[in-house]
């Protein structure tokens, strides 16, 4: 025990005082002053590289929403024992009342309660890095800001206090910039340079997704600064915000939102607080709220078959109305009933109503609320057989099982429901067991308070459960779990939606159970995808662009997925690869994750995406993977991008993302979409590779062999200048001159059709030059450019004269090197 808790109940009766006044709140930067570690500032080594992150995210942000295409500068220096970071950016600037509050105030931001996507959303990451470098040089951070057309830039000076969350302004004042609008930010840190391939991979990798950016990076060390110009000038597409989607609130959120709501009625709280919800939909979800919220009334078929007088059992609840009004209100009940296959307890109360008004209208007499009432519990006796059933036989120890009231309404109900579970039951199940399962239902259906037959499905799924379980204990046959699905699902499907008008939004605020029915119904309903434009994923061609950017390689490929949906959110998954070249041979391919066009740099190995990337079979698409699991090996660069109003990440340093199935499944879908181009690749590469080692052999075989034929038989030594072409089935581009006629033979020894580009280059003016050719004349070179198309097996000539003293030279494409023979 504890000399607080040893002390209780002694006669100190201020312990609990003492206690309570030392309590307080924490703010926000106070919190994050001794956790810093939470937000990635946790070493020297990595605070420098997250703050260096969070204010180029910042710039890009800035310049986006503007609509300018950003020209960033990163400089690091060494300031005595501390290290000075610099980021500049062209954006839009920042007003003079919003500076401290951006760069001073934690939780301070725009993009919080925005369902768009953005790469900040809390409004921590620039104020924390801002806390950090205060806490670790004990110096202010100084921001310069200049917003377009102002003549001066405003300075600050500025610090967090971390008691209150709220900037402490050092200094303040109007200065020049040569900027004609952007912000600067400026910090020194105890910070150090160990994490240097870490800040380049930052920097790198922000260049790949940022295509549009023109970045900068100068620091110590480096001879020069790294830059990466941009690889277009299309900004990304702009977003727009969107409305929470149904599938995606709880329970907590859902009141919230009730209560906040102007709406009065469910459906126009759904179409007006919801994305993809209209009036159908929301006519959808309030049907499925009704039938948790009233539950269904079970539904029955009407007494339609000459058993029942029932035009009889009307005219009799029926009194003082006159015969003739009254038969022809009883002929048209039963008219409306036989053309019906079933009906529930409100419908038969919708069908008296309707023909009580049209006979009123037509007569004149009167069916007032008794004689409809009493004409209502006289059909549903009728259609229930609760009047005039017959009491059924059970097993003597079953009897007492049930209500007093079980043994009304068999007759019918009996007749109902075994139709129903002899419709959806295996045939294996004998007639006694069907017919023990049906009788039992009934009686427990007569037996219910609501003499209208209305269940929840949750009351249904435990009705079912009893009355078989009472056929397995008196009967002793199975009923097992698969039967009672069926038979449950079987009754549900044939019940029927109330028309019962929903609570009012401000009845349900209150009310817990009747709040979790509505969303149990939104998420039941099936509603349209949130619409992605609050999304803005790269695409594959600029997702590529930026990929040869940055990386010499020889095959690039990239492919971006069709949005999908977690928790309500929106989010797009986007592949690129990139083989060869100059990437490094050894070791492990390089992977690039990046979450809204930002790279995350740390926590690789607790990613959902380096997961998936492991799982993936690499050997099936060309790569090398020692084990059959793991990144693979090999020159190559593996980049995947996820776009969401809201990833889901594993901290809060925003260093990995969640393993959420939805979204582990669209990675794997896009890396082996942009994987099944490289596998093509790596093979026409092998089978290139294969034809130029067999066309090497041939080359050096078939001039030996001619001489050894020539030889032998004392013949003139055969012309093989085709037949390599022949052999390999190469297109085979030969030259022919006869005097001043120059004759260019394309022969096609392929499978396909192939269209050469041949250009020649000639040192004098060509003349009768056939075909469809370009001539250009370059600085006294002449230039005659053909573009056949020949067929497989078919021959192109392309002809022109030129003087017997002239030089020629002759240059091919669009076919590849393996596949081609010249002999010009």
Not at 129 to 155: D, W
């Amino acid at each position: 025990m504890t000399s607080i808790q040893s002390t209780l109940g002694e006669g100190d009766e201020d312990i609990a005082e003492e206690l309570a006044r030392g309590q307080r709140e924490i703010s926000i930067a106070e919190f994050f002053e001794k956790n810093k570690h939470m937000l990635g500032f946790d070493s020297g080594a990595r605070g420098l590289v997250t703050a260096v992150k969070e204010a180029v995210d910042n710039a890009l942000d800035a310049t986006e929403e503007a609509e300018i295409l950003p020209d960033i500068y990163v400089e690091i220096r060494e300031v005595d024992d501390y290290l000075r970071v610099v980021v500049e950016d062209n954006g839009p600037g920042i007003t003079k009342e919003q500076v401290p509050k951006v760069f001073g105030k934690l939780l301070y931001g725009s993009r919080f309660h925005a369902r768009e996507q953005s790469r900040g959303q809390q409004g921590i990451g620039i104020s924390a890095a801002v806390l950090y470098s205060q806490l670790t040089s004990g110096k202010p951070a100084k921001i310069t800001s200049r917003t377009q057309g102002r003549p001066e830039a405003q300075y600050f000076e500025l610090i967090i206090d971390t008691d209150d969350n709220e900037p402490e302004i050092k200094e303040s004042r109007e200065t020049s910039w040569d900027r004609s609008h952007g912000t600067r930010i400026e910090l020194e840190m105890e910070a150090n340079m160990r994490a240097r391939t870490q800040l380049h991979d930052y920097i790198r990798h922000t260049a790949v997704v940022n295509p549009h950016a023109r970045i900068e990076l100068r620091e110590p060390g480096l001879e020069e600064p790294m830059k990466f110009e941009r690889a277009t000038d299309q900004l990304p597409d702009p977003t727009e915000e969107i409305r929470p989607h149904p599938h995606g609130v709880e329970l907590g959120t859902l009141r919230k939102m009730l209560a906040a709501t102007e709406s009065y009625s469910v459906s126009g709280f759904l179409q007006g607080e919801f994305t993809r919800v209209g009036k159908k939909t929301a006519d959808k979800v309030v049907d499925n709220f009704r039938d948790r919220h009233f539950g269904r009334e079970l539904s029955w078929t009407p007494p339609t078959d000459g058993a029942v007088d029932l035009a009889g059992v009307i005219e009799a609840a029926v009194a003082n109305k006159g015969a003739s009004a009254t038969a022809d209100f009883a002929r048209r009940v039963v008219d409306e009933l036989d053309g019906r296959d079933r009906v529930a307890h409100h419908e038969v109360r919708e069908i008296v109503d309707g023909c009580a008004e049209a006979v009123e209208n037509e007569t004149g007499t009167r069916f007032g609320t008794t004689v409809r009432e009493n004409t209502v519990d006289a059909v549903w006796a009728a259609i229930t057989d609760t009047g005039n059933g017959e009491s059924g036989s059970d097993d003597a120890g079953e009897s007492g099982s049930d209500d007093a009231g079980a043994d009304a309404g068999e007759n019918r109900l009996t007749a109902n429901m075994y139709a129903v579970v002899d419709d959806v039951t295996s045939t294996r199940k004998d007639e006694t067991t069907k017919r023990g399962i049906a009788e039992r239902l009934a009686r427990k259906v007569a037996a219910l308070d609501d003499d209208r037959h209305r269940l929840t499905h949750r009351a249904l799924v435990a009705l079912v459960d009893a009355a078989a379980d009472d056929t397995v204990e008196y009967d002793e046959v199975t009923f097992g779990d698969t039967a009672r699905e069926k038979v449950v699902e079987a009754v549900w499907d044939r019940a029927r939606t109330v028309s019962d008008e929903p609570p009012k939004v401000r009845e349900i605020v209150d009310d817990r159970d009747c709040a979790r029915a509505l969303l149990e119904a939104m998420r039941e309903t099936d509603i349209l995808a949130p619409p992605t434009t609050c999304l803005s994923p790269i695409s594959a061609g600029l997702i590529e662009a930026g990929l040869r950017e940055v990386f010499d390689a020889d095959f690039y490929a990239a492919a971006t997925r069709d949005a999908e949906v977690h928790a309500g959110d929106p989010f797009v998954v986007e592949a690129g690869i990139a083989y060869g070249g100059d990437l490094p041979a050894e070791g492990s391919a390089d992977l690039l994750r990046f979450a809204n066009r930002v790279p995350l740099v740390y926590q690789q190995g607790a990613c959902a995406i380096t997961n998936v990337v492991k799982t993936i079979g690499w050997r099936n698409y060309g790569l090398d993977q020692p084990g059959g699991s793991g990144v693979p090996n090999g020159p190559a660069v593996i980049a995947v991008h996820v776009a969401s109003t809201n990833v889901p990440f594993t901290s809060e340093s925003k260093d990995a993302v969640a393993n959420v199935p939805a979204i582990e499944d669209e990675v794997e879908l896009a890396i082996r979409e942009a994987a099944r181009e490289l596998k093509s690749y790596l093979n026409r590469r092998r089978s290139m590779q294969k034809r130029r080692q067999k066309q090497e052999v041939l080359g050096k075989i078939l001039p030996e062999m001619a001489d050894k034929l020539s030889e032998v038989t004392g013949r003139e030594r055969p012309n093989i200048d085709g037949a390599l072409a022949r052999i390999m089935n190469n297109v085979s581009v030969e030259r022919v001159v006869e005097g001043e006629t120059v004759t260019v033979v394309v022969e096609n020894y392929s499978g396909r059709t192939e269209s050469p580009e041949i250009t020649d280059i000639l040192s004098a003016e060509p003349g009768d030059v056939n075909g469809d050719a370009q001539v250009v004349d370059l600085d006294g070179e002449w230039f005659v450019k053909w573009s056949p198309s020949v067929p497989a097996g078919e021959t192109a000539e392309l002809s022109y004269t030129l003087p017997e003293d002239a030089d020629f030279d002759i240059d091919v494409d669009g076919v590849e090197a393996e596949k081609l023979t010249v002999n010009a």
